[in-house]
């Protein structure tokens, strides 16, 4: 998953969570979207949820690199995963180990 963005259309909220494939034009999508939002003076709020994502041409407004970043975790010398190992590692399930399970409380905060 790439993101999610919210738009405001008098008082209601909208909300897309755009995922795919890698090169499946996910980033292009929401461009777009942004770029759209803003010139029909919308707001739109983003959020990346892809510990592995590299570069936006749009502002990013919740970034979950900011907890946890897929070269981070390769690069740790106790864990020696490759990238399929992790992203598994980033976004793990169990309960006291997950990166995003254990930082819900960093994105309430936000």
Same mark, same amino acid.
């Given at each position: 998953? +790439? /993101?999610? #963005?919210? =738009?405001?259309?008098?008082?209601?909220?909208?909300?897309?969570?755009?995922?795919?494939?890698?090169?499946? /034009?996910? #980033? =292009?999508? *929401? #461009?777009?979207?942004?770029?759209? *939002?803003?010139?029909? +003076?919308? =707001?739109?709020?983003?959020?990346?949820?892809?510990?592995?994502?590299?570069?936006?041409?749009?502002?990013? $407004?919740? $970034?979950?690199?900011?907890?946890?970043?897929?070269? $981070?975790?390769?690069?740790?010398? $106790?864990? +020696?995963?490759?990238?399929? /190992? /992790?992203?598994?590692? *980033?976004?793990?399930?169990?309960?006291?180990?997950?990166?995003?399970? *254990? #930082?819900?409380?960093?994105?309430?905060?936000?």
């Amino acid at each position: 998953p +790439r /993101g999610l #963005s919210v =738009t405001y259309v008098h008082g209601m909220r909208y909300g897309q969570i755009v995922m795919g494939p890698a090169g499946s /034009g996910k #980033s =292009t999508y *929401c #461009s777009t979207i942004v770029k759209h *939002c803003e010139n029909i +003076r919308r =707001t739109v709020r983003v959020v990346n949820l892809d510990p592995a994502a590299e570069y936006f041409d749009y502002p990013v $407004d919740i $970034d979950i690199r900011e907890l946890v970043h897929l070269d $981070d975790v390769m690069e740790a010398d $106790d864990l +020696r995963l490759g990238p399929n /190992g /992790g992203l598994i590692f *980033c976004m793990e399930e169990k309960p006291g180990q997950s990166v995003v399970h *254990c #930082s819900v409380y960093w994105l309430i905060a936000l």
